[in-house]
């Protein structure tokens, strides 16, 4: 009985860590960061003091962590899907992975 058991968990954890995640995580990922910089954008307008500090770099760390667990951050692939999804972060994705 427990080796059926254990068989069984062996199955289901090679089916599960045989594939990552293909090209649809990696474009949600992607449009979860557009939104999310779009949104730190808008407060950032608001929350306008006057003063001059550019925050984009640690904005997307912040925004790259909701995604952190779903995808690879540093993969080739959400490079691509950011440049078609929101191409004005292409940029700021760079050097963020530039930085890991």
Do not use: N, R, W
Not at 47 to 52: C, I, R, T
């Amino acid at each position: 009985m427990i080796k059926k058991f254990l068989a069984v968990g062996v199955v289901a954890f090679s089916l599960a860590s045989c594939g990552g995640p293909g090209a649809a995580e990696y474009d949600a990922a992607a449009q979860t960061l557009c939104d999310c910089m779009a949104e730190k954008s808008v407060e950032a307008e608001e929350d306008d003091l006057g003063l001059d500090i550019d925050m984009t770099g640690l904005d997307y760390a912040l925004c790259a962590l909701d995604v952190a667990f779903d995808v690879d951050v540093s993969d080739e692939q959400l490079t691509k899907s950011i440049e078609s999804k929101c191409p004005d972060l292409a940029e700021t994705h760079a050097e963020y992975v530039k930085g890991l």
